[in-house]
């Protein structure tokens, strides 16, 4: 049978010099402490040396010596122990030379009620307990401030890698965001306001990092706050701070993110999406230095490096009086433009397998990468919802794979076939094609081909019946265009 362990019991010494007081406090504490009894002074310091004592329980008036004093002797020999006077007398006199001299937790006045007595030694052991881990956390900092230094000095090194311009912001040679990068990488160690505009989902805030993690601001706090999705009070609490009792459900103090970001930087997403009203608050900060917080007088200092960011033409707002011009040009002393997912058709390779061993790590799942077959698909798809929308697509395809590589034929229907925005995409496709009317249509025939037989995991008969070819017909196309089946694919389909 198995034998449970009784977790031991806070240990407490109850000294007074009379034994119908000791017996009864003594049994009503049994049940939740180890209770030792001393009837003097000198009984109780015979226990104390020999004992783990964590609370001692003293009456104050003892024919040889007072609580105070004893209370003051123990402090000197064990300054850990938590000590708690009983006392008929409410002298203040007593009180202060207690607090002064003895280092009296709490004073209990007789008469006492059981509940009072068993909750402040409760409290007391908990006061133990806290003062010890304290020692103990003291103590490892003083051993390890190299161990520390050197773990915090890691820590910035894998943020500035992570954030760097080479490695941090993922992209192929020829990629368009190289531009993009350089800029960042100019103005980044200069103290200025910086716009970061391009639509949702295409890594504003990766931009906004990398110019913090590469600045003279790098060791300090980098602070995010979406500035659409509060209303103006809220986000002027999260900013700005409150006070107790400034609005309903403010209780208690609160410190804002200027003040969270001081020495660093904050970044302000969705910043066209805020009030007038509150773009006004936020132009006095920014010229100001200072921040004053909600249902506050006071106004405090803030030294932060502000950078925004939104989807909106703040320009086109400005003429129409939606976004304050005095605040545009506050935030924008410069403007870096993230192009959208469809300009980078280059990246789509190498951002999708990063963003694969991201995914691999969170789901704990491991897969050999993609067909190529599956990387032509989603080039040619348009992303509307940009590397969000393709993190959300390859998770997606993960989640689905039953073999050791992500096939075309996990990719949602509605990628595979590539219609959102097809007039513009057809174009697109149509002007890129070189050559005579029957080479452009040979070639746009091709696509439709293979994009089928992507779609129908290379059966064959379905996507003749699909296309109105038979077999022979479509082998012939699929000879004509080099069509072929790579050996990742291959396998999927028998295994199908």
């Not at 033409?313 to 040009?329: C, H, K, P, S, T």
């Not at 058709?345 to 694969?356: E, F, G, M, T, V």
């Not at 229907?413 to 174009?427: N, S």
Request: proline residues 4%; aromatic residues 6%.
């Amino acid at each position: 049978m198995t034998q449970l362990i009784k977790k031991s019991l806070p240990s407490v010494l109850i000294v007074d010099d009379e034994p119908r007081a000791l017996e009864t406090l003594q049994r009503i504490l049994d049940e939740y402490f180890d209770v030792h009894t001393a009837n003097n002074a000198a009984e109780a310091e015979e226990i104390l040396a020999r004992e783990w004592i964590q609370v001692v329980l003293c009456d104050q008036r003892m024919p040889d010596v007072t609580g105070i004093e004893l209370c003051s002797h123990i402090r000197e020999r064990w300054p850990e122990i938590i000590c708690i006077i009983i006392s008929g007398y409410t002298d203040s006199d007593d009180l202060i030379d207690a607090i002064n001299e003895g280092g009296i937790y709490q004073f209990i006045a007789k008469p006492w009620q059981p509940e009072e007595v068993i909750l402040k030694l409760k409290n007391a052991v908990e006061l133990f307990e806290l003062h010890r881990k304290t020692e103990r956390l003291s103590i490892e900092l003083k051993l390890r401030p190299k161990t520390l230094q050197e773990e915090i000095a890691s820590q910035r090194e894998v943020l500035q890698a992570r954030y760097s311009f080479d490695n941090g912001i993922v992209r192929s040679p020829d990629s368009c965001m190289n531009q993009v990068c350089k800029t960042v990488q100019r103005i980044a160690p200069f103290d200025v306001s910086v716009m970061i505009t391009g639509e949702s989902g295409t890594g504003k805030e990766l931009c906004a990092r990398a110019l913090h993690y590469n600045s003279l601001r790098q060791n300090e706090p980098f602070v995010a706050e979406n500035c659409g999705a509060l209303p103006d009070e809220l986000l002027e609490s999260e900013l700005f701070g409150h006070k107790k009792g400034a609005f309903t459900g403010a209780s208690h103090d609160r410190v804002g993110l200027f003040e969270s970001a001081d020495g660093g930087t904050l970044f302000l997403d969705e910043i066209g999406d805020t009030s007038p009203a509150f773009q006004l608050k936020l132009l006095r900060v920014l010229q100001e230095g200072e921040v004053r917080p909600l249902g506050s007088n006071t106004r405090r200092p803030v030294d932060v490096r502000v950078i925004a960011a939104t989807n909106h033409n703040l320009e086109d707002d400005v003429r129409n009086g939606r976004f304050r011009q005095d605040l545009y040009y506050r935030l924008a002393t410069f403007e870096i433009r993230v192009p959208p997912l469809r300009e980078r058709l280059l990246d789509i390779p190498h951002l999708a397998h990063y963003l694969l061993n991201e995914i691999m790590d969170e789901l704990g799942k491991k897969v050999n990468g993609f067909t190529q077959e599956a990387i032509e698909c989603l080039q040619n798809y348009h992303w509307p919802g940009n590397v969000r929308e393709l993190q959300n697509e390859i998770k997606r395809m993960l989640v689905l794979a039953q073999k050791n590589v992500l096939g075309a034929e996990l990719i949602s229907p509605k990628i595979l076939q590539a219609t959102p925005d097809e007039q513009r995409q057809d174009m697109q496709i149509i002007n890129s094609i070189q050559g005579t009317l029957k080479d452009r249509v040979e070639s746009l025939e091709a696509r439709i081909v293979k994009e089928t037989l992507v779609r129908h995991r290379w059966n064959k008969t379905r996507t003749a019946e699909e296309l109105g070819l038979s077999r022979v017909g479509l082998r012939s196309k699929m000879e004509r265009y080099g069509l072929e089946q790579d050996e990742h694919a291959e396998e999927e389909a028998k295994a199908s």
